[in-house]
């Protein structure tokens, strides 16, 4: 198994309050991703890096900032949590050769 | 851009039969072409992938064929088991950070 964890594995937050997601790798791989899966939309791209302080924006990037200044870490920021962002949160690691390998993921629930 | 696009779930069948899941998929270039499987409560594991036209990728019994013709990357097996259960999702890949995943299509396997 890819050594891939993230952290808090279960989070309540109300809304408006500021969370932030961990994810932290073992296998020194330069790409990383946030997704957050919902019924009915699959998995959707959030952020990703390619580096240390090197991020882009995904598909649903609207409300979530991302922070990598350690190889290993990949955080996730909800700056202001709304219902809305209630979902399952995915962490992935991609080898080199496009194979992404993903975390055990984080259930948020913003109330 | 590209898309993914799988037949949608829930498939359920009886032990022993035969599993197929079409997967169809739109891009501009020559995309890597995957088959990842979710368990519940699990992040996704990657099943298979092919890289090139005519490729076939196979484990744990199950086989896909990238088909150019057809821009097709459809699952199959040809005997499931119960633990076979899960949500299966095609997706593809054809640069750094640009992974496009299917829906996802649930298998129930009954004994």
């Known amino acids: 198994d890819a050594g891939i964890t993230q952290s808090p594995r279960h989070k309540v937050t109300e809304t408006g309050t500021p969370v932030t997601l961990r994810c932290h790798q073992t296998?020194?791989?330069?790409?990383m991703y946030w997704y957050r899966q919902d019924p009915g939309h699959g998995l959707r791209l959030i952020h990703y890096s390619y580096g240390v302080k090197d991020t882009d924006k995904g598909e649903v990037s609207d409300g979530y900032s991302v922070s990598r200044s350690k190889t290993e870490d990949f955080l996730l920021t909800l700056e202001s949590a709304t219902s809305s962002q209630t979902s399952v949160y995915f962490c992935?690691?991609?080898?080199?050769?496009?194979?992404?390998?993903f975390g055990p993921g984080t259930r948020l629930t913003v109330t | 851009g590209n898309s993914v696009t799988q037949m949608e779930g829930p498939v359920t069948l009886s032990e022993e039969a035969f599993l197929t899941i079409n997967c169809t998929y739109t891009?501009?270039?020559?995309?890597?072409l995957f088959w990842y499987v979710q368990y519940p409560g699990e992040g996704l594991q990657l099943l298979l992938k092919a890289t090139k036209a005519d490729d076939k990728g196979s484990n744990k019994g199950f086989e896909a064929t990238y088909r150019k013709e057809t821009t097709s990357f459809h699952l199959e097996k040809g005997s499931v088991q119960v633990s076979d259960s899960a949500v299966y999702f095609c997706a593809l890949s054809d640069s750094w950070g640009k992974f496009q995943f299917g829906a996802g299509t649930q298998v129930v396997v009954t004994p």
């Open positions: 891009a501009t270039g020559y995309p890597s």
């Open positions: 296998e020194n791989h330069r790409y």
């Open positions: 992935a690691i991609e080898n080199g050769t496009y194979e992404q390998y």
